[in-house]
């Protein structure tokens, strides 16, 4: 996310928060994931979906970040409603995240998300220009969970637990 890394404090973990918005029908919620863009992950989908999510500083709430970031990744207003607060979780790298639910709908074909740029291959002194989200999609719970990297499943777990 190049526009919004932030310099962490030595020592410090780098802190990022998310969005896990959801739907609900008759038989089923639904949660809105982001396939990570650039060449890593363009071969994967197993644990390569995320939600959006981006860095923030230690002057910025949790909350303001993932509503910020939100926009930013996905390049559409927040749909309007209560964040609920899941909890953070900490990734194999280090990152922590915390995430908030939001009741809403949004359709995939108009997200146009942000990018980002690095050097690729590796070495060539190329920089290249990746989405930072090479695609979003609605899943449903169970669906979704081996799509997400592994610590931000505890999430749907948490969702599930606040909707029953």
């Not at 190049?2 to 404090?9: D, K, L, N």
């Not at 910020?68 to 922590?96: C, I, Y």
């Amino acid at each position: 996310m190049a526009g919004s890394q932030h310099p962490a404090r030595p020592g410090a973990a780098r802190q990022s928060a998310a969005i896990l918005l959801f739907r609900r029908s008759e038989d089923q919620t639904e949660v809105l994931l982001g396939h990570m863009g650039g060449p890593f992950w363009s071969r994967r989908d197993e644990a390569a979906w995320s939600l959006p999510k981006g860095e923030h500083g230690p002057d910025e709430q949790p909350a303001d970040a993932a509503r910020r970031e939100f926009e930013e990744e996905l390049g559409l207003p927040l749909p309007h409603g209560e964040l609920v607060d899941l909890g953070s979780v900490r990734q194999a790298g280090g990152k922590v995240v915390s995430a908030y639910a939001l009741a809403g709908d949004l359709d995939p074909r108009d997200v146009r998300a942000g990018t980002f740029e690095m050097e690729w291959p590796r070495g060539s002194g190329r920089i290249e220009v990746f989405p930072e989200l090479d695609r979003v999609a609605w899943f449903g719970i169970e669906q979704a969970r081996p799509k997400l990297v592994s610590a931000q499943r505890a999430f749907l777990d948490r969702l599930r637990d606040r909707l029953e």
